[in-house]
């Protein structure tokens, strides 16, 4: 040992009897945790960091170096204990759908057999839908097949009445024109036997006349 090798080798001296509490701590409270408990790894890196940056400024190599294996066990603690908890959740996301997958194995007859009778419900539904569609297409069907014949009827009623009026009406013009001609013809004969009247009347004028004459002639004669 050199004389530059004594202030750090009191140095060194005085740094492990400052850290006699801290291993009175840990092994009295730390080294009853799990190896894997969060707290004591934290204790762990926390007392490995001291040591190995206290080592370093003390040209303590070994010191330093159990700082750092201590660093490197409680970051391999910490990494297997991650990876354990990693597949812990695995493995119970894998029991979970496990579950959730015989939940569903033993709930699918029970939902194909809702889900059937849904199926048949909703046929009947549209089945008496159609019915009643049906129905209300036949009658309204029927609805407009009778106000046609209705139309059609009155239509002909119409159609009929008018052919009456006009046969009525022709009649009337016939009887009309007949007399007419029946009142022509009366006028006609009525003028005739005017005629004939004034004609018989002249004839006996005439005729009284001839008698008067020869009357006369006749008294004539029979003058002396």
């Not at 009853?32 to 206290?54: N, Q, Y």
């Not at 002909?156 to 009309?176: G, I, L, P």
Request: charge should be neutral.
């Amino acid at each position: 040992m050199t004389i530059t090798d004594l202030p750090f080798a009191v140095l060194r001296l005085q740094y492990r009897i400052a850290r006699t509490p801290l291993q009175l701590f840990e092994s009295s409270v730390i080294s009853r945790m799990d190896t894997e408990a969060p707290r004591r790894l934290m204790f762990e890196r926390a007392v490995g960091s001291i040591d190995a940056t206290v080592g370093n400024l003390l040209r303590d190599r070994d010191l330093e170096q159990s700082g750092i294996t201590r660093i490197e066990r409680a970051v391999e603690l910490a990494e297997a204990a991650r990876l354990d908890e990693v597949a812990d959740q695995k493995k119970r996301q894998a029991g979970d759908e496990l579950k959730e997958k015989r939940d569903q194995a033993v709930a699918a007859p029970q939902k194909a057999r809702e889900e059937a009778t849904e199926r048949v419900q909703e046929a009947r539904a549209e089945a008496e839908q159609g019915k009643r569609q049906a129905a209300e297409n036949v009658a309204k069907r029927t609805s407009q097949a009778k106000e046609q014949i209705d139309q059609s009827a009155q239509q002909r009623k119409q159609n009929a009445e008018k052919a009456k009026q006009n046969v009525q009406n022709r009649s009337r013009a016939a009887e009309k024109a007949e007399v007419k001609v029946a009142e022509e013809q009366l006028d006609d004969a009525a003028d005739k036997r005017s005629a004939a009247v004034g004609a018989r009347a002249h004839a006996d004028k005439l005729e009284d006349y001839s008698e008067t004459e020869k009357l006369k002639r006749q008294a004539a004669a029979d003058k002396p």
